[in-house]
C-alpha cells in the first residue's frame, strides 16, 4: 500500500533513530511565502491557513516535527522552566524553525535537522516552544551544535517574526498585550529534553496508532 499511499506527515513519517540529535522535519512555511501554509491535521496535506497580511515573512524554513505532540508533560515542562502555573500543551507537533543558507523554495517536503536550542514561548496559557535546527550538511551552518555559537541577529530576526506575526499594525500602536509571550532562550541540551517529552506525550495521546501504520503500509 505504500506504492500508492502517501504517508500522513505527522503519523506516519518516523522521526528518526537518531532523535533528538538528528530529526526528521516536515516543512509548511519557506522564507519566499507569501501566505501562511500548515498542515490540514486530519488529512495531513498541507492547506493555506491565511494571507500574510502585512510585512511579516518567515525568516527560516518552518514547520513541524513528526510524531511529537504538546501535552502534559510539555506543558508541566514550560510551568517549571518559566515559573508560570498552570500551562498546557497546545495539543500540536512540536514546531521547528530551521536554518539553511540554501534558497529551498517550497514546502511540503521532508528535511533532516540538527536541534541546537530552541524559543520558550507561550500562547495563552499554552506552552508553544518553537525548536531552532540547523538543515544537515549546510555548508555554512553545519558547524553550530548550540544555540550560543549561532549569530543572535538570526535569533532576534526569528523572535521578532513569532512576536508580530499575528498582530495587526493597531495592536502594534495602542500597544495591546501580545497574544504569543517569549519567555527565555534555550541550548540543545534543553531543546533535545522538550523533543523527548513531546515524543513521550504523542505517545500516550496516540496509543497504538505507530503500530496500525506500520501494519497498513508494509510491503508484502
Request: aromatic content about 8%.
Amino acid at each position: 500500500m505504500n506504492l500508492f499511499c502517501r504517508a500522513h506527515p505527522w503519523h506516519g513519517v518516523e522521526i528518526g533513530e537518531k532523535a533528538p540529535e538528528e530529526i526528521l522535519c516536515y516543512i509548511e512555511i519557506v522564507p519566499t511565502d507569501t501566505v501562511k501554509f500548515e498542515l490540514d491535521k486530519a488529512t495531513g496535506l498541507l492547506k493555506v491557513d491565511r494571507p500574510q497580511k502585512y510585512s511579516n515573512f518567515c525568516p527560516s524554513l518552518y514547520g513541524l516535527i513528526p510524531q511529537t505532540y504538546a501535552g502534559k508533560r510539555v506543558g508541566e515542562y514550560c510551568s517549571q522552566k518559566s515559573g508560570r502555573a498552570n500551562i498546557n500543551g497546545d495539543a500540536d507537533p512540536l514546531d521547528i524553525c530551521i536554518l539553511t543558507e540554501k534558497p529551498i523554495q517550497r514546502g511540503d517536503i521532508l528535511v533532516t535537522a540538527i536541534p541546537i536550542g530552541g524559543i520558550r514561548a507561550i500562547d495563552g496559557q499554552e506552552a508553544d516552544d518553537k525548536i531552532i535546527a540547523v538543515l544537515k550538511d549546510d555548508l555554512v551552518y553545519n558547524q553550530i551544535r548550540d544555540l550560543q555559537d549561532c549569530p543572535s541577529n538570526l535569533i532576534d530576526r526569528l523572535c521578532h517574526y513569532f512576536l508580530t506575526y499575528k498582530e495587526s499594525p493597531e495592536d502594534l500602536v495602542k500597544e495591546t498585550p501580545r497574544r504569543l509571550e517569549i519567555i527565555q532562550l534555550y541550548d540543545r541540551k534543553e531543546a533535545h529534553e522538550v523533543i523527548a517529552l513531546a515524543q513521550e506525550d504523542y505517545e500516550e495521546q496516540f496509543n497504538g496508532i505507530r503500530e496500525l501504520l506500520h501494519q497498513a503500509f508494509r510491503l508484502p
